[in-house]
């Protein structure tokens, strides 16, 4: 694994109310700036998102997106969207004004049988003016990359991988993102049923390599000793399960345990002739995974964009020589 140096006093490791506010970058990007064999991977972690959102903000302005391969998962799917269509601003603004919404979450709603989460208002919401992700743009910058979005089928529990065109990109991105138990609608892509891209493919940095990329960028919303385990989880699941019940909701978290550690091991033990760079908050995020109050989203959203301008300096180091940047 490649380790980029550790940068001291800096809150981040690095290793080898904005409301309809967003700034068009990155208009259009041409081949010679994408380097061959080169991947992105971005993880989810709903509100926790925000981090991821502010190293690609960062990016964006200085027109950096090299990577050939990019892979989104649940809120890393929706920051990918937002860096290929170059609205710098547009994934912070989603967390912060239309996740925090009282219409997308409301814990009561299942009280009455009704789902806590509503993604079928937020994505309507993505395609209003003053909110809408530019597809159009998002489209032509994705034309010499290959993009795909993570997604679990529920028949098999399998991880699957979409390839976002304009005519289904919300829809790839609801089955990307429906929270197991949070939604209780039925995500559907060609007539399957999925749930978020988390429970099987958390960190899909091995469904990279097997595609054929060699020197992976991995945006963590965890920090490097998040080791994919939760005590309170397996007894909770042990309790339910003595008293012949095990919940199914329980299950598909301990299979993101599970797919989550998989993954790390490839990591950890990655193939010589991989390069993996990874990059994480070494402080714990104040965001939670929902119901985060504003000044945390911000908090973590600026932690992200100086994570992201200070690992900017050593990553232009790690792709080519011939590859041009902004100043």
């Known amino acids: ?61 200085a027109n950096f997106n090299p990577f050939q391969l990019l892979i989104g998962t649940s809120a890393g ?44 208002w937020y994505f309507a919401q993505t395609k209003q003016k003053g909110m809408g992700l530019d597809l159009q743009q998002a489209s032509r910058n ?18 699957e991988y979409h390839q976002p065109q304009i005519h289904n990109w919300f829809d790839i991105l609801k089955a990307s993102s429906a929270l197991p138990f949070l939604y209780s609608h039925d995500a559907m892509l060609s007539g399957r049923k999925y749930f978020d891209g988390g429970v099987a493919a958390p960190l899909p940095v091995k469904k990279a390599y097997e595609l054929g990329a060699r020197k992976i960028v ?16 397996h007894h ?42 990874q990059i994480f908050p070494t402080k714990a995020l104040e965001s939670s995974l929902i119901g985060s109050h504003l000044p945390q989203l911000e908090r973590d959203y600026q932690h992200g964009a100086s994570v992201g301008k200070l690992a900017l300096k050593q990553l232009k180091h790690q792709f080519t020589a011939t590859m041009k940047f902004s100043a």
């Open 1 to 61: 694994m490649a380790f980029l140096p550790k940068l001291d006093n800096t809150g981040i490791s690095v290793i080898n109310d904005t409301h309809h506010h967003y700034t068009k970058l990155m208009q259009s990007l041409t081949q010679e700036h994408i380097v061959a064999g080169s991947a992105l991977i971005v993880e989810g972690g709903g509100q926790r998102g925000i981090f991821g959102a502010g190293i690609l903000d960062s990016w964006l302005k």
């Open 77 to 120: 799917a929706q920051n990918i969207s937002a860096y290929l269509a170059g609205q710098h601003g547009y994934a912070k603004q989603c967390i912060q004004i239309l996740s925090r919404d009282k219409h997308f979450f409301n814990v009561s709603r299942r009280l009455i049988g009704k789902s806590m989460l509503d993604l079928d």
């Open 142 to 159: 994705s034309l010499d990359r290959h993009v795909l979005f993570t997604a679990t089928r529920a028949t098999g529990l399998i991880a």
């Open 218 to 233: 991995v945006i963590r919303s965890t920090h490097a000793q998040y080791q994919a385990h939760l005590p309170a989880l």
């Open 236 to 277: 909770l699941k042990e309790w339910f399960c003595q008293h012949g019940s095990c919940p199914a909701p329980i299950d598909l978290l301990d299979l993101h345990e599970q797919n989550y550690r998989s993954e790390l091991e490839f990591i950890n033990h990655k193939p010589h002739d991989a390069e993996i760079i």
